[in-house]
């Protein structure tokens, strides 16, 4: 870019040079005996023509370093955030320059093609990182976006659950992505500040950030067209869905080589980031989109980062249009389906580029959704069942407590590993609590 630039530069200067050489060539009055000598209208004309020529070559190099400065936005839009308006707003002057028109250059499609309240701002799309240490190459980035709910949040559980069952080496091969969607900054220091008291040790090690967008990020929701029966509110809700899931993926396209999209009120199953690598690394050589690691909505859709600018341009492009999950869908319709084919040609060639994994390593657990005063009670009936103990083999002994139990949950089954010992003061085994996941491993 700096190349291209000084290149720029020399050639506005060297147009300059010989203009200014021409000009102060051209044939002066001379003194003599009162009379004056009349300038050369042919060798006048000769340097005219000169003159055009090479200001049609000044235009011409201007215009393909032009055409090289959209083609390499083009090739990097949507890539980093700092360094996307960087080349945008490098991009425009020049552009204005030559009257929009750029040597009638064909004009490259970004994201303010798309959002175009964003040019109003050039710090719009620089995301405002709260917690984290930039970790970068890692196997796997979980995005988990969040809002503001008015009845319970349930965003503590879900990172507890995805924290529970991780070996340390695991730790250090991932990252998670909390993406607070509200530009309101009270509400969005206090997400950061539960996480950071939370889970201290997983934000300072780089495991777990947290970012938001910037103020200017969202456009006036205002003016949405009611499509498909849907209220304005929900309008609103799903448009706004499309551009959080379109933010967080173009933050973390580049921390790792597989992007899983998760929600804010989810919980793991134990032992899924090993689950997820092995089943990565079998599909690894098909020609998948995406793989499945649940079967509702959006929640565990791994994708890999190199398609993640690509899908997000896709949602940009309607994200006032349709439902993020409609959305996915039709991107494997343009890619696999055939128009003068039936629809169960169709079906089949969509299902070569989706694989899914079975039984789901997530399960959907809020009953408040996030679009206010809707009940959610979506279940996922693959989802496999979490083990709550482990047996252990322990030598023969008599036991003896003052503990009292829970129902059939005493002492003595959880030595033999024949259950997890619970006392009633306890929380009630699952996820629902507001601690971190107790280990019932027996003895």
Same mark, same amino acid.
């Given at each position: 870019?700096?190349? !291209? ?14 203009? &200014? ?52 936005? %083009? ?28 040597? *009638? ?8 093609? @798309? ?26 980035? &979980?995005?988990?976006?969040?809002? %503001? ?24 091969? !991932? ?30 090690? =780089? ?16 003016? &949405? ?10 309008? *609103?809700? #799903? ?46 050589? *098909?020609?998948?989109? @995406? ?8 929640? =565990? ?33 343009? *890619? ?16 070569? &580029?989706?694989?899914?994994? %079975? ?25 496999? %069942?979490q083990t709550l103990y482990n047996a252990h083999s322990n030598p023969v002994a008599e036991l003896s407590s003052s ?9 003595? #089954?959880?030595?033999?590993?024949e259950d997890f010992f619970w006392r009633p003061q306890m929380h009630a085994p699952g996820w629902f609590h507001s601690t971190p996941w ?6």
């Open positions: 870019m700096r190349l !291209l630039s000084f290149r720029f530069g020399c050639l506005l200067a060297c147009a300059c040079f010989l203009s &200014l050489t021409w000009i102060t060539s051209l044939p002066r009055d001379e003194a003599s005996a009162g009379s004056s000598v009349l300038p050369d209208l042919q060798t006048l004309h000769d340097r005219l023509l000169v003159a055009e020529d090479l200001g049609r070559q000044v235009s011409r190099d201007l215009s393909h370093i032009l055409g090289q400065l959209i083609n390499m936005s %083009k090739d990097v839009n949507l890539t980093h955030s700092t360094s996307n308006t960087t080349n945008i707003f490098l991009i425009e002057p020049v552009r204005q320059l030559f009257g929009g028109q750029a040597g *009638k250059g064909i004009s490259q499609p970004n994201i303010y093609t @798309y959002m175009p309240h964003l040019r109003r701002h050039p710090d719009s799309l620089v995301p405002n990182v709260i917690l984290g240490q930039g970790r970068r190459g890692v196997s796997m980035v &979980l995005g988990i976006p969040t809002v %503001k709910r008015d009845k319970q949040s349930y965003l503590v559980n879900t990172l507890s659950s995805l924290f529970y069952s991780l070996t340390s080496s695991q730790s250090q091969d !991932l990252v998670i992505v909390v993406f607070v969607a509200e530009t309101d900054t009270d509400y969005v220091s206090s997400v950061a500040d539960t996480i950071r008291n939370n889970f201290p040790k997983e934000v300072q090690s =780089g495991l777990l950030e947290v970012v938001s967008p910037s103020q200017y990020y969202y456009p006036n929701f205002t003016s &949405l067209r009611e499509t498909f029966g849907d209220s304005k509110d929900r309008v *609103k809700w #799903r448009t706004k869905q499309n551009l959080d899931f379109s933010f967080l993926m173009l933050y973390a396209q580049d921390k790792g080589i597989y992007y899983v999209q998760l929600e804010d009120d989810v919980v793991a199953k134990a032992g899924y980031y090993n689950d997820m690598i092995t089943f990565v690394t079998q599909q690894e050589p *098909k020609p998948w989109l @995406y793989l499945e690691f649940s079967q509702l909505g959006f929640i =565990g859709k791994m994708f890999r980062t190199r398609d993640l600018p690509m899908i997000a341009e896709f949602f940009l492009m309607f994200h006032r249009d349709k439902p993020i999950d409609w959305l996915l869908d039709h991107i494997l319709w343009v *890619k696999a389906c055939n128009p003068e084919k039936d629809a169960k040609h169709c079906n089949e060639q969509k299902a070569l &580029l989706k694989q899914r994994y %079975k039984p789901s390593l997530f399960q959907h657990v809020g009953l408040h959704s996030s679009l206010p005063g809707k009940l959610q009670h979506l279940k996922d009936k693959d989802f496999a %069942k503990l009292k139990h829970y129902q059939e949950h005493s002492l003595e #089954r959880a030595y033999k590993g107790p280990e019932y491993d027996g003895w």
